[in-house]
């Protein structure tokens, strides 16, 4: 469903709705560009907190234009998932408020219109946003926007009260000559402010009157003259009010009925546009999930809630704040490099059906394009259905034990503490191959062997490991076993309970392959 500038109030509870009932929540976002110079480029030799100052800085310059969001809920009598797809174009509104400059890279141009991106359309009817974390400026600033929207045209500031008196007897004069048969009023005025605010406002507001002719004598003073239009204006009115005369009083009321408090929320809801749904998926806690996932995340925080904090350590706390469980395909996929080969999203979609085997349906409403028989390559909307189509198969692959034995890379941070860059010497792993060939067989106290403590206690050490854990415990359907009722309710519980981290995957969201450093954090 595409949701745009023109429907997306109206389309917003629907979407809350959505993402509230449903059991996880796949995005995908198209920028403009996501690098500026070499030096931006991620390569095998960054630590986590280069690669992230890179992300940082390609986040302030380009802008996300188009997000795709996809939620996800099990029909378990039917073993199938319905889902939403919306597509929402992203463009800053043309107002002082929101007025902003960005970059575009010619790459990333060509590459969308290649795939038929709707350029004119995002332009044209693009949702507007603000941080949510600004959300009071922006209120603050409505306010000063609304005062220069309903006051004249020229009016930039409103009127002190020197200013104030003057006008009310300006007001006091005029009405007085309008009462009479005099042709001609000179007025004259302390300021120029006074003079326009009074000519080009108050004249036709405060006395809704035509056919006046005001002529300058120098830059304080000003005539008025009643012409021929006047008269007749004066006799319309005598004889009763026209039909357009009526209208036109009876919008006037309408527009004056709307208190100040009004408009500015109406004004406030059209500033937040896109980010009132990202607020939606953060309140709801649910999983989030993405397919080469680090640029969508940065994106996603930095546009929607608020500026990119200063160091990695801070930006993973703060994120996981925001949501608490977030799952990346890719990452996934690569865990299993035995038997998946290639990690791009179309050649890893394309393995996952051949995997599926039909055991698992998607379905959508009727108000959504049935994204499983209608193919739209890098479209935002397109990509987060498949993302998520992907996560659902692997999970259950994973379950039934079709997909096993994964690789793990293991990089343990603690909170606060400075970061490893994760490369350990040979001398430090021989070390550690010697202990665990010594310790392997020998047994503790309880009957389990010291291996098998290990074990147990890995999947709260390592992320990959955790991640898997949390994948295993998610049962949907008949096959594998036995219907787990509270399957993705205690997933997310479980990973609420541990301290979760943002897993990094390859500098470009369109590379297939992942750097040569493993990036897990």
């Given amino acids: 469903m595409e949701v745009n500038n ?71 009598a039917d073993n199938n998932y319905l889902c939403h797809t919306f597509v929402f174009p992203v463009f800053p509104r043309h107002n002082s408020i929101s007025k902003r400059s960005f970059v575009f890279s010619s790459d990333a141009l060509k590459f969308l219109s290649k795939h038929n991106f709707p350029f004119e359309s995002v332009i044209e009817n693009g949702i507007g946003y603000q941080q949510l974390a600004k959300e009071k400026k922006v209120e603050e600033d409505i306010e000063k926007y609304i005062l220069k929207s309903y006051a004249p045209p020229v009016l930039k500031v409103a009127p002190g009260k020197d200013s104030l008196m003057e006008l009310e007897a300006l007001h006091a004069k005029t009405q007085k000559w309008l009462a009479t048969e005099e042709q001609t009023l000179e007025l004259s005025y302390s300021s120029a402010f006074v003079r326009d605010y ?47 005369t009526k209208a036109q009083q009876a919008d006037y009321k309408l527009k004056e009925a709307h208190s100040a408090e009004e408009l500015k929320k109406k004004e406030l809801e059209e500033e937040m546009g896109i980010s009132r749904v990202i607020m939606a998926i953060m309140n709801s806690k649910k999983p989030l999930l993405g397919h080469n996932f680090i640029y969508d995340v940065g994106f996603l925080y930095h546009q929607y809630i608020d500026d990119l904090p200063e160091t990695y350590v801070l930006f993973k706390k ?42 698992i349906k998607f379905v959508f409403p009727t108000e959504c394009k049935d994204l499983e028989t209608v193919k739209e390559e890098h479209s935002a909307g397109f990509d987060s259905f498949c993302a998520g189509k992907v996560f659902v198969i692997m999970a259950k692959l994973i379950e039934i034990r079709v ?81 787990n009722q509270n399957d993705f309710a205690q997933t997310s519980t479980q990973f609420n309970t541990y301290s979760t981290c943002l897993l990094y995957t390859s500098p470009s969201p369109r590379d297939a392959t992942l750097s040569r450093m493993p990036s897990s954090a």
């Fill in 6 to 76: 023109k429907n997306f109030q109206e389309k917003l509870p629907h979407i809350i709705t959505a993402i509230t009932n449903c059991d996880f929540v796949s995005v995908d976002t198209e920028f403009t560009g996501i690098t500026l110079s070499l030096r931006d480029r991620g390569h095998q030799y960054d630590t986590m907190e280069d690669r992230y100052q890179k992300l940082k800085f390609i986040c302030q310059n380009y802008l996300s234009w188009q997000l795709g969001l996809t939620t996800f809920r099990y029909n378990a």
């Fill in 198 to 244: 009074f000519l080009k406002g108050d004249l036709s507001k405060k006395f809704g009157v035509e056919g006046i002719e005001k002529q300058k004598v120098d830059e304080l003073s000003t005539v008025l003259t009643k012409t021929k239009r006047y008269r007749q204006f004066l006799k319309t009115k005598a004889k009763g009010q026209t039909e357009e």
């Fill in 318 to 359: 703060r994120f996981h704040d925001c949501f608490p469980a977030i799952y990346d395909t890719k990452v996934i996929a690569h865990s299993y490099k035995n038997q998946i080969f290639q990690y791009d999203l179309p050649h890893l979609l394309k393995k996952c059906i051949e995997l599926n085997k039909g055991m």
């Fill in 403 to 483: 997909l096993k034995n994964p690789s793990y890379h293991t990089f343990q941070f603690e909170e606060g503490a400075p970061e490893s860059d994760g490369i350990e010497s040979s001398k430090e792993k021989e070390k550690e191959k010697v202990k665990k060939e010594e310790k392997k067989d020998h047994p503790v106290p309880n009957g389990t062997t010291v291996e098998a403590k290990k074990e147990e206690k890995k999947v709260f050490e390592n992320p990959r490991a955790k991640l898997d854990a949390m994948l295993a415990g998610f049962k949907h359907g008949p096959a594998g076993g036995k219907k």
